[in-house]
C-alpha cells in the first residue's frame, strides 16, 4: 500500500478545501482508511474514519458537521471535504490505512501505513 494525500493549501478562515488519498499500490479496498493531522509542536490526532465494508464514518468532536469524509472504491481514494475551516484546523495532514478496531480508530498506531502529508493553512 502506498499512499498520497493531496490538496492542502492556504485557505481564509470559513473557506473549503477538499483532500484526497490514493493508493498507487491499488490494494487500498482492504483497509479501513483514516484522517489524521499533526499541528506543530503537538501529537498526530485523529480526524476522520472511513470502515471498509461497511462504509461507517467517525469523526472527532472538533470537526463534526464540518468535514465529511468518502470514500470512492471506483477511483480507489478517501476524500476529506472541509468546510469552514477555522485557524485551528492549520496542521499537516496524513491519511493511513489499516484495520483498527473501534475502540482504537484514534490511535495512530493502529494504522499501518501512512502518506507522507499534506498541509492545511487557515488564516484568521
Known amino acids: 500500500v502506498q499512499l498520497q494525500a493531496s490538496g ?10 477538499r483532500l484526497s488519498c490514493g493508493d498507487s499500490g491499488r490494494t487500498f479496498r482492504g483497509y479501513t482508511v ?3 493531522r499533526q499541528a506543530p509542536g503537538k501529537e498526530r490526532e485523529f480526524v476522520a474514519v472511513v470502515y ?3 462504509m461507517r464514518e467517525y469523526y472527532d468532536d472538533s470537526v463534526k458537521g464540518r468535514f ?8 480507489n481514494t478517501v476524500n476529506l471535504q472541509m468546510n469552514s475551516l477555522k ?17 482504537s480508530i484514534s490511535r495512530p498506531s493502529a494504522y499501518y501505513y501512512w502518506g507522507q502529508g499534506t498541509l492545511v493553512t487557515v488564516s484568521s
Request: proline residues 5%; contains cysteine.
Open 8 to 17: 492542502g493549501g492556504s485557505v481564509q478562515a470559513g473557506g473549503s478545501l
Open 52 to 54: 471498509v465494508g461497511n
Open 34 to 36: 483514516g484522517w489524521f
Open 87 to 103: 485557524p485551528e484546523d492549520t496542521a499537516v495532514y496524513y491519511c493511513g490505512a489499516g484495520r483498527p478496531i473501534l475502540s
Open 68 to 75: 465529511t469524509i468518502s470514500r470512492d472504491n471506483a477511483k
